[in-house]
């Protein structure tokens, strides 16, 4: 089976300062691994996504992810957070060869910037 | 401007009211998504249909009834809900199944 953990519900980081947020994942094959940001009172929006090609990924408003298999890990970093980041970001897996084909969501981060 | 539309923005009905969820896109996607949002949580996945197919039903009441009447639409209808069925309901819609999902704004549906 598989799963998604965000190691931390809250991150505050000042404006101008690298963001890290954490995301361990478990899956029986191959998953495919996505970011998505949310906004207050919006939808989903996808930042990047891991497919099995380069292991570092590089998204929408100058996001990136690392595809790390032997950490099970896929952080997703930015180099200076900008006010406008702060927003809700879901880590998801999703496993082409899980017959279900679901898409397991963990439970998110809330990204704080102080100015 | 999202490419997934979903009307209206703002529901309030009472329990014995029936309505229904509208979701649009034009990006010619075969899979669709309904998903419901409570506050402070990831969205949970209620019903994905593929080829206007109901592909998968997360075991949701069945006062959610969905509804896939072409590829291009995606309607949920609502009938006999309860206080705690109040959430942002979110659509979303892919190529095919497991490709990234394009999500709608939702709809904040408010039972009273």
């Known amino acids: 089976a598989q799963s998604v953990t965000q190691l931390d519900s809250h991150v505050s980081v000042s404006e101008g300062t690298p963001v890290l947020l954490r995301c361990n994942y478990s899956?029986?094959?191959?998953?495919?691994l996505f970011w998505y940001v949310q906004h207050p009172n919006k939808g989903l929006q996808l930042l990047l996504k891991y497919t099995s090609a380069a292991t570092l990924v590089k998204g929408i408003n100058g996001f990136e992810a690392e595809f790390k298999k032997s950490e099970t890990s896929f952080h997703l970093t930015k180099p200076s957070a900008h006010m406008s980041d702060a927003a809700e970001y879901f880590c998801v897996v999703s496993d082409p060869m899980n017959r279900d084909d679901k898409i397991i969501f963990g439970k998110g981060t809330r990204l704080h910037i102080l100015p | 401007d999202t490419e997934v539309t979903q009307t209206p923005k703002h529901l309030v009905m009472g329990m014995t009211n029936k309505k229904s969820l509208k979701c649009e896109q034009h990006?010619?996607?075969?899979?669709m998504y309904w998903y419901k949002q409570k506050a402070k949580k990831p969205p949970e996945l209620m019903f994905v249909y593929s080829y206007e197919k109901l592909s998968i039903n997360e075991s949701v009441p069945s006062r959610f009834s969905p509804e896939c009447p072409n590829s291009s639409l995606l309607n949920l209808h609502l009938h006999a809900l309860q206080p705690e069925d109040s959430a942002l309901y979110l659509c979303a819609s892919s190529p095919f199944l497991d490709q990234p999902q394009h999500f709608g704004d939702g709809t904040r549906l408010s039972i009273l």
């Open positions: 990006m010619g996607h075969r899979a």
């Open positions: 899956s029986s094959y191959s998953p495919s």
